[in-house]
């Protein structure tokens, strides 16, 4: 056995780095992956981050990409655009009450009772249906608002996202306003038969 000198203590370092050359060469025989797998591009392995769909955090964990709320506020903006164009739900309601209040008017019935029966609830119906769509964009938006609040904290919500919910918030609230008018007959109501 040798005594302990600098050229031992040398040879005992190379042998122990021999031993983890070929530890890390089983583990690598082994998995059948790259021992270290953060290797640059010149080396050819792509690292983890590239290889997921997804990025992951600080503590591997996959971080949320914020598709779910860009789609959101994407659809709160539509439903705002559709509550005040009165989509084609609101057309076909109009258009049955229409029928509706045709079949039940007699032929012998006021004009006022006929203009109620057959516009009047025609034109409540289509505001009903662009009132629930103004709604539906107002709640929709809102989510999309408030969701980073219960997210991951510290990743912010994206520009854009936050902008287009704006916008489904705004045309929700004004198709919500306009909704309620027509309703109400405040805007655009019957005219009088007299």
Same mark, same amino acid.
Not at 6 to 19: F, M, S, V
Not at 38 to 55: F, I, K, L, M, N
Not at 130 to 145: D, K, P, R
């Given at each position: 056995? !040798?005594?302990? &000198?600098? =050229? %031992?203590?040398?040879?005992?370092?190379?042998?122990?780095? *021999?031993?983890?050359?070929? #530890? /890390? +060469?089983?583990?690598?025989?082994?998995?059948?992956?790259?021992?270290? !797998?953060?290797? &640059?591009? =010149? %080396?050819?392995?792509?690292?983890?981050?590239?290889?997921? *769909?997804?990025?992951?955090? #600080? /503590? +591997?964990?996959?971080?949320?990409?914020?598709?779910?709320?860009?789609?959101?506020?994407?659809?709160?903006?539509?439903?705002?655009?559709?509550?005040?164009?009165?989509?084609?739900?609101?057309?076909? #309601?109009?258009?049955?009450?229409?029928?509706?209040?045709?079949?039940?008017?007699?032929?012998?019935?006021?004009?006022?009772?006929?203009?109620?029966?057959?516009?009047?609830?025609?034109?409540?119906?289509?505001?009903?249906?662009?009132?629930?769509?103004?709604?539906?964009?107002?709640?929709?938006?809102?989510?999309?608002?408030?969701?980073?609040?219960?997210?991951?904290?510290?990743?912010?919500?994206?520009?854009?996202?936050?902008?287009?919910?704006?916008?489904?918030?705004?045309?929700?609230?004004?198709?919500?306003?306009?909704?309620?008018?027509?309703?109400?007959?405040?805007?655009?109501?019957?005219?009088?038969?007299?």
């Amino acid at each position: 056995m !040798a005594t302990k &000198t600098a =050229e %031992g203590a040398e040879a005992g370092t190379e042998a122990h780095k *021999d031993d983890e050359t070929v #530890a /890390a +060469g089983t583990t690598e025989e082994e998995t059948g992956a790259p021992a270290a !797998a953060e290797e &640059t591009d =010149e %080396g050819g392995a792509r690292t983890p981050s590239e290889e997921g *769909d997804e990025p992951e955090g #600080a /503590a +591997g964990e996959r971080v949320p990409s914020g598709v779910g709320q860009g789609a959101g506020a994407v659809v709160s903006a539509a439903l705002g655009l559709v509550s005040l164009s009165g989509g084609w739900i609101g057309t076909v #309601a109009g258009a049955r009450e229409q029928l509706v209040g045709q079949l039940r008017t007699s032929t012998g019935a006021s004009v006022a009772t006929q203009l109620k029966e057959v516009y009047g609830d025609a034109w409540h119906s289509t505001a009903l249906w662009a009132g629930l769509f103004a709604l539906a964009a107002l709640v929709t938006g809102v989510v999309v608002l408030v969701r980073p609040a219960f997210g991951v904290p510290g990743r912010p919500q994206a520009p854009w996202i936050r902008s287009v919910a704006w916008a489904g918030v705004s045309l929700g609230v004004i198709g919500l306003l306009l909704a309620v008018l027509k309703y109400s007959d405040a805007l655009l109501g019957l005219p009088s038969a007299g």
